[in-house]
C-alpha cells in the first residue's frame, strides 16, 4: 500500500510543455470581467475571471461525474470519494490540509450532484498559491487508504442519517425517484446505508482513476488573480503528479442525449412521525440547454419564486396554510423537472394539494398576466446579478458552463435573454409543461384514508 511519504515521479515531456491554447471568451470592460481559457496538451481546461477590485479569490476543479455515473454496487461512491480527497495525498495528511487553508483564514469545501463533483478553496488573492497547490495535489495525489475508507464510512453514514432526519431533504430525494424511478437520476447522491457499507477501498481507488483523469476535469478561477499566472501554477502542480503525460489528450465533451420521462400520476408516500406533512407535486421538465429554460424560469419564478408569487400568496399569505411554498426546476443534460413544494399540519395536506393543483391548471389554461411576467423577469435579473456579488459565485458560474456547456454566456446576455422573453413563450411552456399530469410525493403521519386520498391531487 503506498505511504504519505511516497512522491511521483513521473514527467512531462517537453513535446507535452510546448503545447497549449488561450482563448479570451468574453471580454470584460477595463479587464474586469474577463474571461480566458487555457486548454493544456494533458487535455485540462483552465478558465480564469478576472476582478481587480476584491482582495480575494475563489479557486475551484470541477470533476465531470456526478452519482448519475454509478452503477447500482456504486451507489454513493462520487460522494465518498469526495470525502476521502481531503483525507491525505502524497505530499499532505488530512490535517496538514485543513491547518494549512485555517492559518491564513481561507475557507475549504467541495460538493456532490447527480452529474459533477466540485472542490474549491476561497482565500485572499495573495494565498491563491497555496489553495492552488493543495486543492491540486488533492485531485492528482489522494491516496485513498483502507483506513481513511474504513473511519469516513461512519462520518458518511452519519451525513445519511443526518438528511434523513429532515424531511424537508428526502422528499425531494423521493420525488426524484418518482420521477425516474430505480435509474441514476433516481437515486440519491449520498447512496444508502447498504451500498455505502458495500463500497471498499478498491473500487472506489477505480472509480478515482477512470472519473478523476485531466480530461474529466475543469480548473475555474475568479477575483483578483491573473490568468498566465494560475496557468502556470496549475501546470506546474499536475506535472509534479505526472498527470499531463499525454500529449493527445482531448476534454470530455459536455453530457448529452435525449432521455423522455414518462410518468404521469405515480405517487409515493413515506410514512413519518414528523409534525409536518411535506409534500411535493411536479412533472417532467426541460434540460439545461432548452432554449425554452428562459421562458420556464420566468414562469417559476411568477408561480412560485418569491413573496409575490401565486403559490405564496395562495397558500400562506391568503389562508395561512403553510410556512414554506415555493416551485423550483432542476436541468440536467438531456431531462429536468418543474415541482412544487410544501409543508404543512398533515390535516391540511389535501388542501394545500387541491390549491397548488388549481394554480397549475389554471396558468396551464390561461397563462400568467403581463403584470406577472414583468415582475418576474424583472426579480430574475435582479436576483442574477446579485447573487454573482462575490468570487464564488464567479467561479461556480464560469466552472459549471465550461463543464456542462463547453462555453461562457456573459451576465449582459443572460440578462438580455431573460428581457426578451414574452408573454406568449410563458403561456407556450405553461401550456406544454403543466398541461401533463402531475406526480406526487409525500411524506409524513398520514392515515390510510389520507394515503388513499392523494390520487385525487394527481387525477
Not at 265 to 272: H, K, T
Request: net charge negative; hydrophobic share 40%.
Amino acid at each position: 500500500m503506498t505511504s504519505r511519504s511516497s512522491k511521483a515521479t513521473a514527467r512531462t515531456s517537453p513535446e507535452a510543455r510546448a503545447v497549449a491554447r488561450t482563448q479570451t471568451l468574453l471580454k470584460g470592460r477595463d479587464g474586469i470581467g474577463t474571461v480566458r481559457r487555457t486548454t493544456l496538451p494533458g487535455g485540462l481546461r483552465i478558465v480564469t475571471e478576472t476582478l481587480p477590485s476584491v482582495r480575494s479569490a475563489t479557486f475551484g476543479i470541477w470533476a465531470h461525474v456526478g452519482s448519475r455515473d454509478e452503477t447500482p454496487t456504486l451507489g454513493g461512491a462520487t460522494h465518498y470519494l469526495e470525502h476521502l480527497l481531503f483525507k491525505g495525498t502524497h505530499r499532505r495528511s488530512a490535517l496538514d490540509i485543513s491547518s494549512a487553508i485555517d492559518a491564513v483564514g481561507g475557507e475549504m469545501n467541495a460538493f456532490t450532484a447527480k452529474e459533477y463533483t466540485c472542490y474549491y478553496a476561497r482565500v485572499l488573492d495573495t494565498d491563491l498559491p497555496l489553495a492552488i497547490d493543495i486543492v491540486c495535489d488533492m485531485l492528482t495525489g489522494s491516496l485513498i487508504l483502507q483506513e481513511d475508507v474504513d473511519a469516513e464510512r461512519g462520518v458518511i453514514l452519519e451525513e445519511i442519517a443526518m438528511t434523513e432526519d429532515d424531511p424537508g431533504d428526502v422528499v425531494h430525494d423521493l420525488f426524484a425517484k418518482t420521477m425516474f424511478g430505480d435509474t441514476p437520476l433516481g437515486r440519491p447522491v449520498l447512496g444508502t446505508v447498504d451500498t455505502v457499507e458495500a463500497l471498499t477501498a478498491d473500487r472506489i481507488r477505480r472509480f478515482y482513476k477512470k472519473h478523476y483523469d485531466p480530461t474529466h476535469l475543469v480548473v475555474a478561477a475568479a477575483g483578483n488573480i491573473d490568468h498566465a499566472t494560475v496557468v502556470r501554477q496549475v501546470r506546474r502542480a499536475f506535472e509534479k503528479a505526472g498527470a499531463l503525460t499525454r500529449t493527445d489528450a482531448v476534454p470530455v465533451a459536455p453530457r448529452d442525449g435525449r432521455r423522455t420521462i414518462r410518468t404521469a400520476g405515480r405517487v409515493e408516500v413515506l410514512s413519518r412521525r414528523t409534525e409536518q406533512a411535506h409534500v411535493v407535486l411536479g412533472v417532467p421538465g426541460f434540460a439545461r440547454t432548452d432554449d425554452r429554460r428562459w421562458a420556464l424560469g420566468v414562469l417559476n419564478t411568477a408561480l412560485g419564486g418569491g413573496m409575490s408569487s401565486r403559490l405564496f400568496q395562495e397558500v400562506r399569505e391568503k389562508r395561512g396554510l403553510a410556512y414554506s411554498v415555493y416551485s423550483y426546476t432542476s436541468g440536467f443534460a438531456d431531462c429536468g423537472l418543474f415541482g412544487v413544494y410544501a409543508g404543512c399540519r398533515p390535516s391540511q395536506v389535501h388542501d394545500v394539494l387541491k390549491i397548488c393543483r388549481d394554480e397549475l391548471d389554471r396558468v396551464a389554461a390561461d397563462g400568467l398576466t403581463d403584470d406577472e411576467i414583468e415582475r418576474a423577469i424583472g426579480q430574475l435579473k435582479g436576483s442574477t446579478v446579485l447573487g454573482l456579488e462575490d468570487t464564488g459565485a464567479l467561479m461556480n458560474r464560469i466552472g459549471k458552463s465550461e463543464l456542462c456547456w463547453g462555453d461562457q454566456m456573459s451576465v449582459d446576455d443572460m440578462l438580455a435573454h431573460m428581457a426578451a422573453v414574452t408573454p406568449d413563450d410563458v403561456r407556450e411552456v405553461a401550456a406544454e409543461l403543466l398541461g401533463q399530469r402531475p406526480s406526487l410525493s409525500v411524506i409524513g403521519p398520514l392515515k390510510d384514508k389520507q394515503a388513499d386520498r392523494l390520487h385525487e391531487a394527481v387525477a
